[in-house]
């Protein structure tokens, strides 16, 4: 199922590909949108995870470097049935995290140092458990696919808007000239983005339910995340701003530049999913309180 959803997904986006290259210049434009999309789409499954990591200037951390770190993410992996991942820190205040790689065996995950200031020993196992649970079901692969084509989507629809074939005849294959580069670029890369929308929620949703499994608590996630959605509010992350297409990579929204939320949220209500997590530890008839203190 994993497969086949990445698959429809990419399917989506080279389609916006081809018709953004087809206002641009034609059924020429088309084919050249459909040799970039294939091209883009080959690239970032090879590429995309040491893309992303690169971006955020993610700096890889071992058990000597980081051994409280190290040992947790070891446990979480066992328990999740998983090979061990690569850890990365990201000098970033705002509390925040994320999972990458094309599958289990070259997944890594990347946590802001915010988040480890922020938060108790228990809070940070649901977060991890929370991007362990992504790996597992190769989320991972469908969210840095979809950050990186995304985003080249968003430059294809710049160049549609500068170049898009200012004063030459659509019935004789060329672009839409000014105007319809300027819709081009309004319209694509919001395209773009309800593609992404259109299955972030539910694997949100799934991702919290497995991550609970994994770590047996899940209360140690629903407390992480109330405090990862006030710090993420409070804290700007200016990579995430800059590169809004990676947001729907972490595991709770990093940016702060958005309007329209109900409709263009990158992740569920936070509410709902403390809500969920919260019933689902009633039924497990767990109570225990989550240690307060900080990560250390």
Request: aromatic content about 8%; cysteine-free.
């Amino acid at each position: 199922m994993p497969y086949v959803r990445t698959v429809l997904l990419l399917a989506a986006l080279t389609g916006i590909f081809l018709v953004v290259g087809d206002l641009i210049a034609g059924r020429q434009g088309m084919i050249i949108a459909f040799l970039f999309a294939l091209g883009m789409n080959l690239f970032a499954y090879w590429n995309s995870d040491r893309m992303v990591l690169s971006m955020y200037g993610a700096r890889e951390v071992d058990e000597a470097s980081a051994p409280q770190l190290y040992a947790l993410v070891r446990d979480l992996a066992v328990r999740a049935g998983l090979p061990m991942p690569k850890i990365y820190m990201i000098e970033n205040d705002q509390p925040n995290a994320f999972a990458t790689g094309r599958d289990p065996q070259h997944a890594a995950v990347a946590v802001n140092t915010g988040l480890m200031r922020l938060l108790s020993p228990e809070e940070v196992a649901g977060v991890l458990a929370h991007e362990l649970s992504h790996v597992r079901h190769r989320d991972t692969l469908t969210m840095t696919m979809t950050a990186v084509i995304a985003g080249a989507i968003g430059m294809l629809a710049n160049f549609a808007f500068f170049f898009g074939g200012v004063g030459r005849d659509r019935r004789e294959g060329g672009g839409l000239g000014a105007l319809g580069g300027l819709l081009v670029m309004l319209f694509a890369p919001l395209a773009a983005t309800l593609v992404q929308l259109a299955i972030s929620r539910t694997r949100e949703y799934e991702a919290d339910r497995k991550g609970a499994e994994i770590s047996g608590h899940p209360l140690w996630l629903a407390s992480a995340l109330s405090k990862l959605e006030r710090g993420a509010r409070a804290i700007d992350n200016p990579i995430a701003e800059g590169h809004p297409a990676t947001a729907h990579m972490f595991i709770v929204n990093p940016l702060h530049r958005y309007t329209m939320a109900s409709l263009f949220a990158t992740h569920p209500p936070i509410e709902e999913r403390i809500r969920r997590l919260e019933a689902m530890a009633a039924a497990q008839g767990q109570e225990m309180p989550v240690r307060q203190g900080p990560w250390g």
